[in-house]
C-alpha cells in the first residue's frame, strides 16, 4: 500500500549525499560528520566544530554539531540504527519530513546520506510528563497536533493511516525461535 505522499510544489529539494557514517564513536562519526559539514557548512573550519552526541535514542544516534560555544546554528547529523530501514521506510519518511517542513511542522532538512539524514536543531525544552499536565502547554500541543492533521497530500488524495501494516511489519521482524537452547525456554 503506497501512502501517496506528495511534497508541495516549490518545495527545497533535499540533496543525497554519497557519504557513510560510522556509527563508532570517536574518530569514526567524527570524520563523516565532518565530510558531511564540508558540504553544509563550508566556512566551518573542522578543527573548531564540537560534537555532542545525544543519547537519549533507542535506536538511531543523533551528534548535534557546532562550532565553538555558540548553539545558535547546529546541524544535527542523524545516524540510522541497525536494520530499521526493515521497519521504516526511508524515502517516505524524507517525503513526510519534507511535506511537514513546507506547512511549518518540521525543521529544515538539509540533506540525507547512505545511513542518515542532516537537518537543523530546533531551539526548545524537551517536554517531560508534568510539562504536558500543564494546561497551557497541552493545548498548544493540542494545536500543532490539529495543525498536523489538516496537511493533506497535494493531489486531493487523503492518507489513510497504515498502523496496522507497520504492526504487522514489525511482528513479522520478531524471530519465533532462538538459536540458544536456553533462550529459546525463556522466550518462546
Same mark, same amino acid.
Given at each position: ?74 546541524? =544535527? ?13 526511508? @524515502? %517516505? +519518511? #524524507?517525503?513526510?519530513?519534507? !511535506? ?64 496496522? =501494516? ?13 538459536? @540458544? %537452547? +536456553? #533462550?529459546?525456554?525463556?522466550? !518462546?
Amino acid at each position: 500500500m503506497s501512502n501517496y505522499i506528495h511534497v508541495p510544489p516549490g518545495s527545497p529539494e533535499v540533496p543525497k549525499l554519497d557519504i557513510t557514517v560510522s556509527e563508532q564513536e570517536g574518530p569514526g562519526y567524527r570524520q563523516g560528520a565532518l565530510q558531511l559539514l564540508r558540504r553544509l557548512r563550508p566556512h566551518w573550519r573542522p578543527e573548531e566544530v564540537t560534537l555532542q552526541l545525544f543519547t537519549d535514542g533507542i535506536t538511531n544516534k543523533l551528534i548535534g554539531c557546532y562550532v565553538g560555544d555558540i548553539t545558535d546554528d547546529v546541524v =544535527l547529523v542523524r545516524i540510522y540504527g541497525n536494520k530499521t530501514e526493515l521497519l521504516v521506510d526511508r @524515502d %517516505e +519518511e #524524507v517525503k513526510s519530513f519534507r !511535506v511537514l517542513q513546507a506547512h511549518g511542522c518540521a525543521p529544515q532538512l538539509y540533506c540525507t546520506f547512505n545511513n542518515g539524514l542532516c537537518y537543523e536543531f530546533m531551539q526548545g525544552e524537551a517536554l517531560d510528563p508534568e510539562h504536558v499536565c500543564n494546561p497551557d502547554i497541552f493545548r498548544l500541543i493540542a494545536r500543532q497536533l490539529a495543525k498536523i492533521h489538516t496537511i493533506h497530500a497535494h493531489n486531493g488524495w487523503i492518507p489513510k493511516s497504515n498502523l496496522w =501494516l507497520k504492526m504487522g511489519k514489525y511482528f513479522s521482524l520478531i524471530p519465533t525461535e532462538f538459536a @540458544d %537452547e +536456553e #533462550v529459546n525456554k525463556r522466550w !518462546v
